[in-house]
């Protein structure tokens, strides 16, 4: 995996609306592709969920992916208020996620793909 950067600093402005607290945490700073929808210019970037797996997500439009092979297909999920839902028993409600860390996505099984830093890390 390459070198992801985590520091100590608040969630993108747009974040909270896609479920990533806006409270001061440590962000890890990491992405895999940009996502693949033609109206959209984000980034997908994995997230922890409240029950512990491992997503990804786009960081403008919200669409979640469960897996990698899943971006190729365009396998995704829009979670939707009130529930946020991703599959049973799995969302992505406000407040209730955080961005990955290496860590994470090691556990995940995803550590040997292409992690790239974001430009804003530090």
């Known amino acids: 995996m390459e070198d992801a950067a985590c520091s100590f600093k608040g ?21 895999l592709i940009e996502c693949p929808s033609f109206w959209d210019e984000g980034l997908i970037r994995p997230l922890v969920t409240e029950n512990g797996a491992v997503v990804l997500m786009c960081d403008t439009c919200s669409v979640v992916w469960h897996t990698p092979a899943g971006i190729e297909e365009f396998e995704h999920v829009e979670p939707a208020a009130p529930d946020w839902s991703i599959g049973p028993g799995t969302h992505v409600r406000p407040g209730t996620t955080r961005w990955a860390d290496p860590a994470d996505v090691t556990t995940a099984g995803w550590g040997d793909l292409r992690w790239r830093e974001l430009p804003y890390a530090g």
Not at 11 to 31: K, L, P, T
């Open 11 to 31: 969630a993108r402005a747009g974040a909270v609306r896609h479920g990533v607290s806006q409270a001061d945490e440590v962000v890890c700073a990491m992405w």
